[in-house]
Protein backbone atom coordinates (compact mmCIF):
# COMPACT_ATOMS: atom_id res chain seq x y z
CA UNK A 1 0.00 0.00 0.00
CA UNK A 2 3.01 2.73 0.98
CA UNK A 3 3.92 2.60 -3.01
CA UNK A 4 0.37 3.21 -4.39
CA UNK A 5 0.17 6.51 -5.72
CA UNK A 6 -1.66 8.74 -8.62
CA UNK A 7 0.95 11.04 -9.14
CA UNK A 8 3.77 8.88 -10.34
CA UNK A 9 4.23 6.09 -11.85
CA UNK A 10 7.50 4.08 -12.87
CA UNK A 11 7.83 0.78 -15.01
CA UNK A 12 11.75 -0.01 -15.14
CA UNK A 13 11.15 -2.73 -17.54
CA UNK A 14 9.69 0.45 -20.57
CA UNK A 15 11.97 2.66 -19.06
CA UNK A 16 9.08 4.89 -18.24
CA UNK A 17 8.28 7.80 -16.21
CA UNK A 18 5.37 9.21 -15.82
CA UNK A 19 4.39 12.77 -13.71
CA UNK A 20 0.81 13.77 -13.53
CA UNK A 21 0.60 12.38 -16.76
CA UNK A 22 3.38 13.75 -18.45
CA UNK A 23 7.05 12.31 -19.15
CA UNK A 24 9.45 13.05 -17.14
CA UNK A 25 12.16 13.07 -19.56
CA UNK A 26 10.19 15.50 -21.91
CA UNK A 27 9.50 17.61 -18.18
CA UNK A 28 13.37 17.93 -17.87
CA UNK A 29 14.17 18.66 -21.38
CA UNK A 30 11.20 21.49 -22.01
CA UNK A 31 9.93 22.63 -18.41
CA UNK A 32 11.58 24.05 -15.99
CA UNK A 33 12.15 22.89 -12.07
CA UNK A 34 9.58 25.26 -10.77
CA UNK A 35 6.84 24.80 -13.81
CA UNK A 36 7.21 20.78 -12.38
CA UNK A 37 6.75 21.27 -8.75
CA UNK A 38 3.74 23.66 -9.92
CA UNK A 39 2.31 20.41 -11.46
CA UNK A 40 2.87 18.51 -8.52
CA UNK A 41 1.40 20.78 -6.32
CA UNK A 42 -1.57 21.90 -8.46
CA UNK A 43 -2.18 18.58 -10.81
CA UNK A 44 -1.56 21.01 -14.34
CA UNK A 45 1.00 22.79 -15.55
CA UNK A 46 0.83 26.11 -15.15
CA UNK A 47 -0.25 29.25 -17.74
CA UNK A 48 2.27 32.19 -18.03
CA UNK A 49 0.58 34.16 -15.30
CA UNK A 50 0.41 31.29 -12.76
CA UNK A 51 3.88 30.38 -13.43
CA UNK A 52 4.73 34.20 -12.91
CA UNK A 53 2.86 34.56 -9.52
CA UNK A 54 4.22 30.89 -8.25
CA UNK A 55 8.06 32.26 -9.32
CA UNK A 56 7.12 35.29 -7.23
CA UNK A 57 5.68 33.45 -4.06
CA UNK A 58 8.65 31.43 -3.83
CA UNK A 59 11.22 34.21 -4.29
CA UNK A 60 9.37 36.36 -1.38
CA UNK A 61 10.09 33.30 0.76
CA UNK A 62 13.86 32.54 0.05
CA UNK A 63 15.20 34.76 2.79
CA UNK A 64 16.56 32.99 5.92
CA UNK A 65 14.62 33.43 8.66
CA UNK A 66 17.19 35.65 11.61
CA UNK A 67 16.68 32.37 14.12
CA UNK A 68 17.76 29.94 11.54
CA UNK A 69 20.66 32.27 10.33
CA UNK A 70 21.69 32.08 14.01
CA UNK A 71 21.23 28.92 14.54
CA UNK A 72 23.54 27.80 11.95
CA UNK A 73 26.60 30.56 12.87
CA UNK A 74 26.63 28.61 16.35
CA UNK A 75 26.47 25.00 15.42
CA UNK A 76 29.79 23.36 15.47
CA UNK A 77 31.92 23.59 12.51
CA UNK A 78 32.12 19.71 12.42
CA UNK A 79 28.25 19.45 12.01
CA UNK A 80 27.34 17.24 8.82
CA UNK A 81 25.05 20.02 6.40
CA UNK A 82 22.17 17.08 6.81
CA UNK A 83 22.44 17.53 10.20
CA UNK A 84 22.50 20.99 10.16
CA UNK A 85 19.38 21.00 7.64
CA UNK A 86 17.36 18.76 9.95
CA UNK A 87 17.98 21.05 12.85
CA UNK A 88 17.20 24.26 10.93
CA UNK A 89 13.87 22.39 9.61
CA UNK A 90 12.89 21.70 12.78
CA UNK A 91 13.36 25.36 13.91
CA UNK A 92 11.40 26.76 10.73
CA UNK A 93 8.25 24.55 11.96
CA UNK A 94 7.63 26.60 14.77
CA UNK A 95 7.58 29.71 12.72
CA UNK A 96 4.48 28.11 11.20
CA UNK A 97 1.72 30.35 12.82
CA UNK A 98 -0.62 27.70 11.39
CA UNK A 99 1.24 24.66 12.41
CA UNK A 100 -1.40 22.34 12.83
CA UNK A 101 -3.68 23.61 10.02
CA UNK A 102 -4.47 20.58 7.98
CA UNK A 103 -6.13 22.34 4.30
CA UNK A 104 -5.11 22.47 1.26
CA UNK A 105 -4.83 26.34 1.25
CA UNK A 106 -2.19 25.73 4.31
CA UNK A 107 -0.21 22.98 2.82
CA UNK A 108 -0.05 24.55 -0.74
CA UNK A 109 1.48 27.79 1.58
CA UNK A 110 3.89 25.41 3.15
CA UNK A 111 5.40 23.49 -0.08
CA UNK A 112 5.73 27.05 -1.23
CA UNK A 113 7.56 28.27 1.62
CA UNK A 114 9.47 25.22 1.72
CA UNK A 115 10.76 25.90 -2.02
CA UNK A 116 11.91 29.82 -0.81
CA UNK A 117 13.24 28.30 2.16
CA UNK A 118 15.73 24.73 1.18
CA UNK A 119 17.87 26.70 -1.23
CA UNK A 120 19.47 29.03 1.87
CA UNK A 121 18.95 26.39 4.13
CA UNK A 122 20.92 23.90 2.22
CA UNK A 123 23.31 26.31 1.19
CA UNK A 124 24.30 28.15 4.22
CA UNK A 125 23.99 24.91 5.81
CA UNK A 126 27.37 24.41 3.74
CA UNK A 127 28.13 27.68 3.48
CA UNK A 128 27.99 28.79 7.10
CA UNK A 129 29.45 25.55 8.35
CA UNK A 130 32.77 25.76 6.21
CA UNK A 131 32.99 29.86 5.29
CA UNK A 132 31.89 31.11 8.51
CA UNK A 133 29.33 33.40 6.18
CA UNK A 134 26.39 33.41 4.41
CA UNK A 135 25.57 34.47 0.70
CA UNK A 136 22.23 36.25 0.70
CA UNK A 137 19.40 35.25 -1.91
CA UNK A 138 19.04 37.47 -5.75
CA UNK A 139 15.81 37.37 -6.26
CA UNK A 140 16.26 38.71 -9.85
CA UNK A 141 17.68 35.13 -10.47
CA UNK A 142 15.92 32.64 -11.46
CA UNK A 143 15.07 29.75 -8.77
CA UNK A 144 18.54 27.78 -9.56
CA UNK A 145 20.54 29.98 -10.71
CA UNK A 146 20.03 31.34 -7.16
CA UNK A 147 20.64 28.20 -5.89
CA UNK A 148 23.59 27.33 -7.52
CA UNK A 149 25.03 30.91 -6.49
CA UNK A 150 24.33 30.25 -3.03
CA UNK A 151 25.90 27.25 -2.59
CA UNK A 152 29.32 28.09 -4.69
CA UNK A 153 29.96 31.30 -4.00
CA UNK A 154 30.12 32.86 -7.80
CA UNK A 155 27.68 33.16 -10.71
CA UNK A 156 27.42 29.70 -12.31
CA UNK A 157 27.40 29.24 -16.10
CA UNK A 158 24.42 28.62 -17.88
CA UNK A 159 25.27 24.79 -18.77
CA UNK A 160 25.75 24.60 -14.75
CA UNK A 161 22.38 25.82 -14.02
CA UNK A 162 20.70 23.82 -16.69
CA UNK A 163 21.90 20.44 -16.20
CA UNK A 164 21.17 21.48 -11.93
CA UNK A 165 17.69 22.55 -12.83
CA UNK A 166 16.89 19.39 -14.81
CA UNK A 167 18.68 17.54 -11.70
CA UNK A 168 16.01 18.81 -9.59
CA UNK A 169 13.37 17.93 -11.72
CA UNK A 170 14.18 14.10 -12.49
CA UNK A 171 14.26 13.80 -8.71
CA UNK A 172 10.49 14.70 -8.45
CA UNK A 173 10.12 11.24 -8.61
CA UNK A 174 12.52 9.13 -5.79
CA UNK A 175 11.02 5.43 -6.44
CA UNK A 176 11.26 4.07 -2.86
CA UNK A 177 14.52 4.06 -1.25
CA UNK A 178 14.30 4.18 2.57
CA UNK A 179 14.17 7.71 2.99
CA UNK A 180 11.15 8.18 0.29
CA UNK A 181 9.55 5.19 2.09
CA UNK A 182 10.02 6.86 5.61
CA UNK A 183 8.33 10.01 3.80
CA UNK A 184 4.90 8.22 3.15
CA UNK A 185 4.65 7.03 6.63
CA UNK A 186 5.05 10.51 8.44
CA UNK A 187 3.34 12.02 5.97
CA UNK A 188 0.54 9.48 6.62
CA UNK A 189 0.49 10.47 10.09
CA UNK A 190 -0.50 13.73 9.72
CA UNK A 191 2.69 15.55 10.97
CA UNK A 192 3.75 19.03 9.38
CA UNK A 193 5.75 19.02 5.54
CA UNK A 194 9.26 19.93 7.74
CA UNK A 195 9.23 17.14 9.55
CA UNK A 196 7.99 14.69 6.58
CA UNK A 197 11.37 16.22 5.16
CA UNK A 198 13.98 14.94 7.46
CA UNK A 199 15.18 12.23 5.79
CA UNK A 200 19.05 11.57 5.66
CA UNK A 201 20.93 8.41 7.41
CA UNK A 202 23.19 6.32 6.82
CA UNK A 203 21.11 3.59 5.04
CA UNK A 204 19.40 6.42 2.77
Known amino acids: MASETSISYLD ?32 RLPDQMEYHQFQQD ?25 DAMRTCLSALAGYDDA ?13 VRL ?11 YYILTKDAAISP ?16 RTPAQDEITAFDQTLTLYSEH ?4 STFAARVIASTHSDMCMVLLLERSLH
Open 99 to 111: LHDRSEACQVRRA
Open 58 to 82: ISSQTSLHPTIQTILTNLPKTTHPM
Open 138 to 153: DQTKSYTENFLSMLTG
Open 175 to 178: ELPN
Open 12 to 43: VEQEEIVIRGYDLIELAQNKTYLETAYLLIYG
Open 115 to 125: LGQLPAIVAGS
